[in-house]
């Protein structure tokens, strides 16, 4: 392999078995690099992961065995999700978004990558509920482009609009998870919209961005549903 990277998975546990064998199979196996994850045991608020507690309870304890049997598996930490105020805001359009949840989606970015027993080329960050139907071969990962992202054309408004599924950063710039977390924290972004925040950051530490080559509901899919119910006993508890 060209570039010495790791899967970060971070925070809440969505989504189902074929899902997360789809991150492990087309991100882990198919690079043969190592994981870390950082998981919330149970949403902060019925807000949050569709206010179902105890199924989700039952989905973070079902995530953390199938990710206890991956030998790529270097470490992994469970923790409550926190309940932020103010928990809601409006941003420049008017538009209401959770800032509680958008806190804690950067905390478990920062806390998986905390989780790092060594320095990689390229961190891969991606949510449990993102189901691959393709590997994501690394090939084209190039250390003159600083950040790679997941994202698509927003029809109306002709914007090309960023999202969280998936986010490759080098080595060298790091730091833009610090510096956009200490910006929500501190409701900098408050005159700005909510889509595309953090391309204000990598235009502020003059991060060179590409978009991935991998398209969503090609290559991948958000598959956002609780993990179904099945009669089995789990093997661990958390």
């Known amino acids: 392999m060209k570039h010495r990277a ?5 925070g809440l546990a969505r989504s189902n078995r074929k899902t997360w064998n789809s991150i492990l199979t087309n991100l882990v196996y198919s690079n043969c690099i190592d994981l870390y994850a950082h998981i919330w045991k149970l949403p902060s608020s019925s ?3 569709h206010g179902f507690a105890s199924e989700s309870l039952k989905t973070t304890s079902r995530l953390v065995s199938e990710l206890l049997y991956c030998p790529h598996l270097v470490n992994i930490s469970i923790q ?13 359009n008017g538009v209401q978004y959770n800032h509680s949840n958008q806190l804690n989606c950067s905390l478990s970015i920062r806390s998986s990558l905390a989780l790092a027993d060594c320095q990689y080329d390229w961190y891969i960050l991606t949510r449990s509920d993102i189901r691959f139907r393709t590997a994501l071969k690394l090939d084209f990962l190039d250390p003159s482009c600083g950040f790679y992202y997941s994202g698509f054309l927003n029809s109306s408004s002709g914007q090309h609009e960023c999202e969280d599924l998936i986010m490759i950063c080098h080595k060298r710039y790091l730091n833009v998870f610090e510096l956009f977390h200490h910006y929500l924290a501190t409701l900098r972004f408050h005159d700005h919209a909510i889509y595309n925040r953090i391309f204000y950051v990598l ?4 991060i060179p961005r590409q ?3 991998f398209k969503q509901n090609h290559d991948y899919l958000l598959h956002r549903t609780l993990a179904s119910r099945i009669n089995r006993k789990l093997s661990i508890q958390v």
Request: glycine fraction near 0%; aromatic fraction near 10%; charge should be negative.
């Open 203 to 206: 235009d502020e530490l003059s």
């Open 6 to 10: 790791a899967v970060f998975l971070y």
């Open 211 to 213: 978009q991935l080559p």
């Open 80 to 92: 409550q999700q926190i309940t932020h105020t103010p928990f809601i805001l409006c941003d420049s």
């Open 47 to 49: 807000a949050n992961n």
